[in-house]
């Protein structure tokens, strides 16, 4: 899951904030998401229609020759419509990107977080461009690992191999 790049400050925009475009710092950390999540192989892009969020995969989509599939369950007012999202996707057999807002990840961190688990809890990080590797089995999710902007989530990372299950990464994560 990734909360959109950086789209500069909302106050300072004039237009429709559905319009609101990434910044050129915005545009960097998209890019980067291509090195960071192409290599988990992901099938589906999913993301809210708003354009900062469709900007942020657009790179990643384009590179792996997929279509974003756009939906309002993602935008930044979305709550039970994300999380029912989010628990549908937990199912998937495959590596799914979903792209949305700081205020919705900040909502599925209050519905989907377990009890005793804080890595994907109420008030967990979520910086623009961030992205959490959270790992799904049977509607659930059972792992989370948090990434900042621009980090890696292994050494090595940008060199190939189909994701980080194969170099280690999933020791590393916590519940959630």
Do not use: N
């Not at 950390?29 to 229609?49: K, M, R, T, W």
């Not at 949305?100 to 890595?119: C, D, F, S, V």
């Amino acid at each position: 899951m990734v909360r959109h790049a950086h789209a500069g400050a909302k106050d300072r925009w004039r237009g429709d904030d559905q319009l609101r475009p990434l910044s050129l710092r915005g545009r960097r950390e998209a890019l980067a998401l291509v090195d960071l999540l192409a290599p988990y192989g992901p099938l589906q892009v999913v993301s809210s229609p708003l354009m900062r969020c469709v900007h942020t995969v657009e790179p990643l989509a384009t590179f792996l020759g997929l279509p974003i599939e756009e939906t309002e369950a993602l935008g930044p007012q979305a709550d039970r419509e994300a999380a029912r999202l989010l628990r549908s996707l937990a199912s998937a057999p495959h590596a799914v990107v979903v792209c949305t807002h700081g205020e919705t990840i900040e909502a599925l961190q209050r519905r989907l977080a377990r009890p005793g688990k804080l890595a994907f809890g109420p008030g967990g990080a979520h910086e623009k461009g961030s992205v959490w590797l959270l790992h799904g089995s049977g509607g659930r999710f059972t792992s989370a690992t948090y990434l900042p902007p621009g980090r890696p989530p292994y050494a090595g990372h940008a060199s190939g191999g189909r994701g980080a299950r194969a170099a280690g990464a999933v020791g590393d994560e916590a519940k959630v």
